[in-house]
């Protein structure tokens, strides 16, 4: 009887430890299969920023430097909220189209070639590049008036944050580029 007795407490001891060991590696388990979830919307996450990133690439160094503007709605919105480097902003792709056409009249050969810095984060993108080019036509400054041009080259760091909808598109973007450094590469101030 003794015996009996032990060796059913022996058994349910090692039930009860196999019923622990279970139980410790089903939450293993789904602690395993909640890592790899979260793997995998970070790398989801991950390739819709290199994706927005890359996009970003296409705009300034085709379509921005190309002033190929019907290219524009690729990667913008059509309510797009644009704020400039001079504080204004501007609502709509077609009135960014209109700020961005008058610094191709005095500098016609004004581009983005890089982007040594991209990052991101979620739904928001930032690059670093060269604004770079040259006053080499006359600049309207209204009333049919112009500044002639001086010949002087630019090339200024700058810096645009996106704003990206679920489809890839951009419905705000941040422009940065130093106006005063500009305006003195150009030959405009001191």
């Avoid at 590696?25 to 920023?49: P, R, S, W």
Wanted: aromatic share 10%; proline share 4%.
């Amino acid at each position: 009887m003794k015996s009996t007795i032990k060796l059913f407490f022996a058994s349910a001891v090692i039930a009860i430890s196999l019923i622990g060991c279970n139980n410790q590696d089903a939450a293993k388990e789904k602690e395993i299969v909640d890592l790899k979830a979260q793997l995998a919307q970070i790398a989801q996450e991950n390739a819709t920023i290199a994706e927005n990133l890359k996009t970003f690439d296409e705009l300034d160094f085709e379509v921005y430097s190309n002033q190929d503007w019907k290219r524009l709605h690729e990667s913008h919105s059509d309510d797009i909220l644009v704020h400039y480097p001079d504080g204004h902003t501007s609502k709509g792709i077609e009135d960014h189209i209109k700020e961005l056409d008058p610094m191709f009249v005095f500098a016609p050969d004004t581009r983005i070639e890089v982007h040594p810095i991209k990052i991101g984060s979620g739904n928001i993108t930032a690059v670093v590049g060269e604004l770079i080019g040259t006053f080499s036509e006359p600049m309207p400054i209204g009333n049919g008036q112009f500044i002639q041009p001086t010949g002087k080259s630019f090339k200024l760091p700058m810096s645009t944050i996106g704003l990206w909808n679920e489809d890839g598109v951009m419905y705000e973007e941040y422009l940065f580029y130093d106006n005063q450094a500009f305006m003195k590469q150009i030959g405009l101030a001191n």
